[in-house]
């Protein structure tokens, strides 16, 4: 091969390494368990595991004892003594949203101020928005259900998928199971402790007795049944 021709082949492949796309290097992980330190730090006494971007806030995480998926408890006292698995973006969007819960969270679910404080049922993807959405629950909530302020306060039984959606659709409700995509609308089974048929009692309240669908009226204050 004449000189000319080898020394052009040589620059050409010299050329093509040196403007060969480099491997991307990873990122900086994002923080976690901010602040870090001081009376008021993100993870004091945590024991959990703790997934980048989690624990943000004031006490997030302090004595907490469950895992943290990243983006997870990102608020003020969000999983403060929470004690179950917390899914990836979980337990946020308002101060103590997951504080004192013991039941696994699962992803984007219990976002809310005390959305699910002190719940004690298995959260499904997506399940428990809004303010004290499920606080105070017991029993499986599955995915998408539980939408709104108070929709699963206090509720206890079983709730299936797309279920319980609207201000206080299911609250104080139970023992009874609720079928899928039932109790939808405004307090639509507030108080009803029977089980609730998929695909039943909804609609918004009823414009004279300004009751829920299904809803059990609260018996006057000083009775204990019936009056």
């Known amino acids: 091969m004449p000189r000319p021709l080898r020394i052009a082949m040589a620059t050409l492949f010299l050329g093509a390494f040196l403007f060969m796309p480099s491997a991307p290097r990873a990122g900086t992980p994002a923080p976690r368990c901010v602040p870090t330190s001081g009376p008021f730090s993100a993870c004091a006494g945590n024991t959990g595991a703790v997934g980048p971007g989690a624990c943000m806030g004031t006490q997030a995480c302090n004595f907490n004892s469950g895992d943290i998926a990243k983006n997870g408890c990102q608020s003020d006292f969000a999983c403060s003594s929470n004690e179950g698995s917390v899914g990836e973006s979980a337990c946020g969007g308002g101060s103590g949203a997951c504080?004192?819960?013991t039941g696994p969270?699962?992803?984007d679910s219990c976002?809310?101020?005390?959305?699910?404080?002190?719940?004690?049922?298995?959260?499904?993807?997506?399940a428990c928005h809004g303010a004290a959405a499920c606080q105070f629950k017991e029993g499986t909530i599955a995915k998408n259900s539980c939408q709104d302020d108070a929709s699963c306060f206090n509720r206890h039984g079983p709730v299936a998928e797309g279920s319980c959606i609207g201000e206080e659709a299911c609250s104080n409700s139970g023992p009874g199971a609720i079928g899928k995509f039932a109790c939808i609308g405004e307090r639509a089974c507030k108080n009803n402790?029977?089980?609730?048929?998929?695909?039943?009692?909804?609609?918004?309240?009823?414009?004279?007795?300004n009751l829920g669908v299904c809803e059990i009226p609260e018996p006057p204050p000083g009775c204990l049944a019936a009056c």
């Open 99 to 101: 504080m004192n819960n």
């Open 105 to 107: 969270v699962s992803k």
């Open 111 to 126: 976002v809310g101020p005390a959305a699910c404080a002190r719940n004690s049922g298995a959260v499904g993807k997506g």
């Open 193 to 209: 402790p029977s089980p609730i048929t998929a695909g039943t009692c909804i609609g918004e309240p009823d414009p004279t007795t």
